[in-house]
């Protein structure tokens, strides 16, 4: 009787405008509570269930605060900012009506759905998998949340779920863009290519590998040097930047590489046949010509872009180049004396480079690449953790060589290109940096000299020599990330002054710009297109969604594999890789899946633990028990296929330490000696 009562209703309203404000972002738990976080994270203010019906998990609002008992809880009032509109999920049928249960850990709740134009509701089953909008909100006046459902995905038992789920959720195309029928070259009028097609060029790819975009040819001087030219795939002869395909190109930003597939970012009739350096095969190429002396310096008066068309002499594998240069001999490929010295020379270039990097530069530790093999029906059917080997190196270091050659050659030429960089430390946690390094012996770093590019690689090459890797992870923490721009800005964590990748253009839209810079200057013109300001942007947003749908697929595949073992208690060797306060992240070293190992299964009584992400140190009855790097034994306890995270716990027991047993008195005398002894 009570609930049209205008009366009450002002009553309310005046009752409402007295309590204090707070905005805060929306974090939901499992237990159906949430809480109210503030911006800087200072300050979480507990949220009851029944509020938490009027938000999502990510929402920003403005609550109501009341306090009851001395305990203060949120009443969210006003919606600022909705954290979800688009979202994936799956269908459930709720007495014949349609929900959608969200593919979100922290989304706990279906929302009532109905479906847009083209998607008929007899087709949806139980399960299935499907995109949805959010179209009512209870912040925004509306009665509840309510969704319509745009798309559907597919089917609810489709073995291929995690690869279409993922490119969904991160609103990636599924299919290689639609081709031409008939693609010519479209050259500049005055670029001539050189004809190389008798030089004994070689691809080095991996055995599958169909996209083939760069080959090598190297020749020994007397003197010790090397004359290196490297020949890259030339999409730009077939695309300009007018074409509908370079738009496509542009959005797509890179070639989706996911586990068992990949999605092209050009045609595969481009990438896989009419660009892909084929053996026997005349194809366009831009290329560079280098010297490298003997002790692994590139001259910077002798790097030489052209154009031309190339002719690969063979198609060697990886693998089987590997075999050959550690062994001497491969059962699976004999090389004809030319091809045999041109991979042995690059195999000696490649030394003398990494010598070069390794004592000048930054080289990355080598960790293995971990490898799905998949069955036709799409189940894993093993984990590889395939090791860079002697023919991998080969190739990177003449990759390096090549954008270290694109760097220097478009900041001479334009001052403007399309350049990876890394800024090192952050600057305001240099000081940090310093105070920690410089607690090993003999070390007396300034935060001035590690903002140099020279400094920061000093500091990287010591942290590579240290026994352990604890201080090295520790650090990573307070570097920049890495950045994609038209300045000409130096990459510190390559440790090069200059870095402009051009070495994959069918599967990197930068480096297609850079291609149109660089033949710009072989003909001496203004470039016919140049880098805006917001490429780099737009490249980065695509690479870290490519990321993400790389790792979501992943962990997608490694819980359904893994899921198993939790049963069969079989034992990994992990590796930390992160701790915060709940516990710690750790990497299965067999097969490089991640999980999270809770503070609560390290040890039974949360008063024995003290996890310190700032320190990287997790300790126990406070003595220092773990740190970053450190590997341990682990045996995963869940594997959790919903949302794709698996818990690990440690092998180690951690028993509470007895108590110190009282010193046994016999007599009074005793019981003053003793006193007087503690009090001395």
Request: glycine share 4%; net charge negative; proline share 5%.
């Amino acid at each position: 009787m009570f609930q049209d009562n205008p009366l009450l209703a002002q009553l309310k309203q005046q009752i409402q405008e007295k309590l204090p404000k707070k905005e805060g972002t929306i974090k939901a738990t499992e237990r159906g509570f949430g809480f109210l976080e503030s911006d800087d994270k200072k300050k979480s203010i507990f949220i009851p269930p029944a509020q938490m019906k009027k938000v999502m998990h990510g929402d920003k609002v403005v609550a109501l605060i009341r306090t009851e008992n001395e305990k203060e809880q949120a009443e969210p009032d006003q919606l600022i900012e909705q954290s979800i509109t688009r979202f994936i999920g799956r269908i459930q049928m709720f007495k014949k009506r349609l929900q959608v249960m969200p593919d979100h850990p922290s989304l706990k709740n279906a929302i009532k759905a109905k479906t847009r134009k083209g998607v008929n509701p007899e087709t949806l089953k139980e399960g299935d998998w499907v995109v949805a909008e959010l179209t009512q909100h209870p912040l925004k006046g509306d009665q509840g949340f309510q969704c319509d459902i745009t798309h559907k995905i597919t089917d609810s038992d489709d073995k291929i779920a995690p690869w279409w789920v993922t490119l969904a959720q991160n609103d990636l195309p599924n299919s290689e863009p639609e081709g031409i029928e008939h693609w010519e070259i479209k050259d500049d009028a005055d670029l001539v290519r050189v004809d190389m097609t008798a030089t004994p060029f070689v691809t080095i790819d991996g055995e599958s590998t169909k996209d083939m975009d760069d080959a090598l040819y190297i020749k020994k001087l007397e003197n010790g040097s090397f004359e290196l030219t490297i020949a890259i795939a030339d999409p730009t002869a077939y695309i300009t930047p007018d074409d509908s395909m370079d738009k496509v190109a542009r959005e797509r930003g890179y070639t989706i590489y996911l586990p068992g597939r990949n999605i092209p970012m050009l045609p595969r009739d481009l990438s896989d046949e009419l660009c892909s350096l084929i053996e026997g095969q005349e194809r366009p190429a831009l290329c560079c010509t280098v010297l490298v002396d003997a002790n692994g310096n590139i001259q910077e008066d002798s790097i030489n872009f052209f154009a031309a068309t190339i002719k690969s002499h063979a198609r060697l594998a990886y693998d089987h180049v590997s075999d050959f240069l550690e062994t001497g001999s491969c059962d699976k490929w004999q090389p004809n004396d030319t091809i045999a010295q041109v991979v042995t020379e690059l195999y000696e270039f490649a030394q003398v480079r990494t010598t070069w990097r390794e004592t000048h530069a930054v080289i990355f530790p080598d960790r293995p690449d971990y490898r799905f093999e998949l069955s036709e029906d799409n189940d894993v059917i093993a984990i590889h953790a395939d090791m860079r080997r002697t023919a991998n190196k080969l190739v990177e270091e003449a990759m390096v060589t090549a954008n270290i050659c694109a760097g220097k050659t478009l900041r001479a030429a334009f001052n403007m290109g399309v350049f990876n960089s890394h800024a090192g430390i952050k600057s305001d946690k240099l000081k940090d940096v310093v105070e920690i390094v410089n607690q090993l012996e003999g070390v007396d770093f300034t935060e001035e000299q590690i903002a140099t590019l020279e400094g920061f690689s000093e500091l990287r090459r010591l942290l590579g020599k240290q026994p352990t890797s604890y201080l090295d992870a520790r650090i990573r923490k307070f570097q920049t990330y890495s950045e994609t721009g038209n300045e000409p800005l130096p990459h510190y964590a390559m440790g090069l002054d200059i870095y402009a990748t051009w070495t994959s253009p069918i599967r990197k839209y930068s480096d297609m710009i850079n291609h149109r810079m660089l033949k710009a200057h072989i003909l001496g013109k203004e470039p016919v297109q140049r880098p805006d300001d917001i490429v780099g942007e737009e490249l980065a947003i695509s690479r870290r969604f490519h990321r993400m749908a790389e790792r979501n697929v992943s962990d997608w595949l490694y819980c359904r594999t893994l899921a198993s073992e939790v049963e069969k208690e079989t034992k990994y060797t992990a590796e930390i890789f992160d701790i915060n306060r709940a516990g710690m992240r750790v990497r299965l070293i067999e097969n490089g899946a991640a999980a999270f190992i809770p503070g609560s299964l390290i040890v039974d009584n949360k008063e024995r633990i003290e996890c310190n992400a700032d320190q990287g140190i997790i300790s126990i009855d406070k003595h220092e028990t773990f740190k970053l790097g450190d590997q341990l034994h682990v045996v995963l306890a869940e594997v959790k296929e919903d949302t794709r995270n698996m818990v690990a716990k440690p092998l180690q027991a951690f028993p509470a330490p007895e108590p110190e047993e009282a010193p046994v008195v016999e007599n009074e005398d005793a019981t003053t000696n003793a006193t007087t002894s503690a009090d001395a």
